[in-house]
């Protein structure tokens, strides 16, 4: 057998032995619960600083009498 011929049995001797394994449930998959893609201190900064620059602009347009 050439190199190639090997390689490519062993791919397809892999690839069969994924698929009789599939939806056996055997490997415990391990579940997330409600975790966020970021911190609930960066989240709560964040929205600390969109709502306090947007009472910051209505304030100031207040006070500017709604000129630019």
Do not use: C, H, W
């Amino acid at each position: 057998m050439t190199t190639s011929k090997r390689l490519a049995d062993r791919k397809v001797m892999k690839f069969e032995k994924n698929i009789s394994k599939r939806g056996s449930g055997i490997e415990p998959t391990k579940k997330k619960g409600n975790s966020y893609p970021v911190g609930p201190i960066v989240l709560g900064f964040f929205i600390f600083v969109i709502i306090g620059s947007s009472l910051f602009q209505i304030i100031r347009t207040a006070t500017s009498g709604g000129m630019s």
